[in-house]
């Protein structure tokens, strides 16, 4: 299994530099009904949009953290989205590489965990709301010490809403079972997220972000992201943003930055 992955971390990473080099000269000849990119990133929290049906899109970033006695923690995330139809998605997801720095330890680095995801975008009840539900599994394909070692498992649920004066509000309430937990720790894992966004012009779009964990017998964890993005083109979104903890038991920074890039249509 471990090689297969391996096999599925370099196909994102060339298909990534595949729809980078594509995708930039195609805006002057893009067919107007051609559909564009849809980012997940840069929050931490969901929306329920879907990437369009029948097309092939890839997120892919980089991040570091660390601060408040953390390891430091540098990472190269992707995201791999097809849509089976306006309704239901499937995700493949991870970090290509990982490397962390632990205190009094050696460096580590190598792949990191990869996750599987169904993600279903509800009909909407009202104009101007959205409802959502993604459920996941966690492959524990981490180098030694990059992972827990275990299989996780999440459901999601995403509610949205357009504010007035052309905001919008994201939330989302996620419960993991992790396979990790010892002693005195509940295996499932609470985790919530909410994020306000707004369209500036055709090309930028401005977020803030509040997220956290709480799980029995862990120290719960609480963050404030800002980002920003841009439309370089119909198929390809750029963003970057910066992350700070609220407590002591978070990291004390993240910074971040990536794209969103659709690379072609496969059916």
Same mark, same amino acid.
């Given at each position: 299994?471990?090689?297969?992955?391996d096999?599925?971390?370099?196909f994102?990473v060339?298909?990534?530099?595949y729809g980078?080099v594509l995708t930039?000269?195609?805006?002057? +000849?893009a067919?107007q %009904?051609e559909?564009g990119a849809?980012? *997940?990133?840069p929050?931490v !929290?969901s929306?329920?949009?879907?990437? &369009?049906?029948?097309w092939?899109e890839l997120?892919f970033g980089?991040?570091?953290?660390?601060g408040?006695?953390m390891d430091?923690r540098?990472?190269?995330?992707?995201?791999?989205?097809?849509?089976?139809?306006?309704r239901f998605?499937v995700l493949v997801?991870?970090d290509t590489?990982?490397e962390?720095?632990p205190?009094?330890?050696?460096?580590?680095s190598g792949?990191?965990?990869?996750?599987?995801t169904l993600? +279903?975008?509800?009909? %909407?009840a009202l104009?101007?709301m959205? *409802?959502?539900?993604?459920? !996941?599994?966690?492959?524990p394909?981490? &180098?030694?010490?990059?992972?827990?070692g275990e299989?996780d498992?999440?459901?999601k649920?995403i509610?949205g809403?357009d504010l007035?004066?052309g905001?919008h509000l994201?939330?989302?309430?996620?419960?993991t079972?992790?396979?990790?937990?010892?002693?005195?720790q509940?295996?499932?894992?609470?985790a919530?997220?909410?994020?306000?966004?707004?369209?500036i012009?055709d090309?930028?779009t401005?977020?803030?972000?509040?997220s956290?964990t709480?799980?029995?017998g862990v120290?719960?964890?609480a963050?404030?992201?800002a980002a920003?993005?841009?439309?370089?083109?119909?198929?390809?979104?750029?963003?970057?943003?910066?992350?700070?903890?609220l407590?002591s038991?978070t990291?004390k920074?993240t910074v971040?930055?990536g794209?969103?890039?659709?690379?072609?249509?496969i059916?």
């Amino acid at each position: 299994m471990s090689s297969t992955f391996d096999n599925l971390r370099s196909f994102v990473v060339v298909a990534g530099l595949y729809g980078i080099v594509l995708t930039a000269p195609m805006v002057a +000849y893009a067919d107007q %009904d051609e559909p564009g990119a849809t980012p *997940f990133r840069p929050t931490v !929290t969901s929306g329920a949009n879907i990437s &369009a049906p029948g097309w092939l899109e890839l997120e892919f970033g980089g991040q570091r953290l660390g601060g408040n006695g953390m390891d430091s923690r540098n990472s190269w995330p992707y995201l791999l989205k097809y849509s089976l139809n306006h309704r239901f998605a499937v995700l493949v997801g991870g970090d290509t590489h990982v490397e962390t720095a632990p205190a009094q330890s050696p460096p580590l680095s190598g792949s990191g965990d990869t996750t599987l995801t169904l993600k +279903y975008r509800a009909p %909407d009840a009202l104009e101007g709301m959205s *409802f959502g539900i993604e459920t !996941t599994v966690k492959l524990p394909t981490a &180098a030694d010490g990059l992972g827990s070692g275990e299989r996780d498992y999440s459901l999601k649920g995403i509610y949205g809403i357009d504010l007035a004066n052309g905001f919008h509000l994201d939330t989302n309430l996620m419960m993991t079972r992790l396979g990790n937990a010892t002693g005195d720790q509940r295996p499932n894992q609470w985790a919530w997220a909410a994020a306000i966004s707004r369209q500036i012009n055709d090309a930028w779009t401005l977020a803030g972000d509040l997220s956290g964990t709480s799980q029995q017998g862990v120290p719960s964890t609480a963050q404030f992201l800002a980002a920003a993005s841009y439309v370089v083109n119909k198929r390809m979104v750029v963003d970057a943003g910066i992350a700070t903890g609220l407590n002591s038991d978070t990291p004390k920074f993240t910074v971040f930055g990536g794209l969103t890039v659709l690379i072609g249509k496969i059916n």
